[in-house]
């Protein structure tokens, strides 16, 4: 899927684990198979997963952002009512793996899809008491950083040219082209709030038809809070996605024209991410590429297109 991608094997999770930490080296070992983009995943147990960074291009950054992650992993499960994975041990470079390696807790359930709870009032309920307490959990005088998505949709041109550029005999292009144009200058009246980041289907896990844990926990920080309104293109149609936006209504008390912009701009970030999915993945990950196909049908079928 990337440039320098690792391939990780189970024979060589064994071995790090029997050298590294020998009280959890008899445990079974499988691979999990997933549509993740960042970790290869492992269940170790019945109790734990080693995540293992696909790309380690520099040993020393990718441990220190893998200490934040564990830091961030414990805020937010501080501030969730729905299980996350939390850490465990850290590991170190070893049998022909480059860098450094992550042991947490497994969380049991299966990784939701773009069409697995499209319906779901319930799960659409679950997920805004999600959403709600994420946002209501201190920023501590923090505010986004960085060039990912959460801060200025504009600052998202280029990608999006490129995205447009390489979508062409694909998707409708000049039609994505003008919807991006109105979706990028939508104004915020809002500030920042705390976010999970990436509420993408993959990271959601469900059991039983209910919200049964959180994953990829790491990027819980400050940013828009319509970032985290993706899941709402990602995984819902009609009416379950209404009753998302209705049950984040009824648990903030804000004016008409602040919520429903900032409904909008979670379609904008959805937007951003969906386009580059469909054809960065197209061959190496298919379920990526189909998310980022079923979520861009969505809103452009919505009616916060139509709105000025």
């Not at 189970?10 to 079974?28: H, I, K, M, S």
């Not at 969505?298 to 000025?308: H, W």
């Amino acid at each position: 899927m990337h440039d320098a991608q690792v391939h990780v094997e189970v024979p060589t999770v064994r071995t790090l684990l029997a050298e590294q930490f020998p009280q959890w080296g008899d445990l079974p070992v499988t691979h999990v198979e997933g549509a993740g983009t960042v970790n290869a995943l492992f269940r170790v147990g019945d109790g734990l997963a080693a995540r293992f960074p696909l790309v380690v291009n520099d040993p020393d950054a990718s441990l220190a952002a893998q200490r934040l992650e564990a830091d961030r992993a414990h805020e937010f499960a501080g501030a969730s009512d729905v299980p996350c994975p939390l850490p465990v041990a850290i590991g170190r470079a070893g049998a022909g793996y480059p860098g450094p390696w992550s042991l947490t807790t497994w969380i049991d359930g299966h990784p939701a899809s773009p069409h697995s709870v499209e319906g779901s009032t319930v799960f659409a309920n679950e997920l805004a008491e999600l959403i709600l307490r994420l946002r209501a959990a201190p920023t501590s005088e923090r505010a986004f950083t960085g060039t990912g998505r959460g801060g200025d949709l504009r600052t998202h041109d280029e990608w999006m040219a490129t995205c447009l550029t390489n979508s062409e005999g694909l998707l409708d292009v000049p039609a994505l082209r003008s919807a991006w144009a109105r979706l990028r200058r939508l104004p915020r009246l809002d500030g920042d709030a705390m976010t999970h980041g990436d509420l993408i289907p993959a990271n959601l896990l469900v059991r039983d038809g209910h919200l049964a844990g959180v994953v990829d926990v790491g990027g819980f920080a400050p940013a828009d809070p319509a970032l985290d309104l993706v899941a709402a293109w990602h995984l819902f149609e009609e009416p379950a996605r209404g009753e998302l936006r209705a049950a984040l209504r009824r648990g903030i008390h804000e004016s008409e024209a602040v919520e429903e912009l900032r409904w909008a701009r979670g379609a904008a970030w959805a937007f951003e991410q969906a386009l580059g999915l469909v054809w960065y993945y197209r061959v190496s990950n298919p379920a990526m590429s189909e998310l980022g196909i079923s979520s861009l049908q969505r809103i452009m079928e919505a009616d916060v297109l139509a709105r000025p």
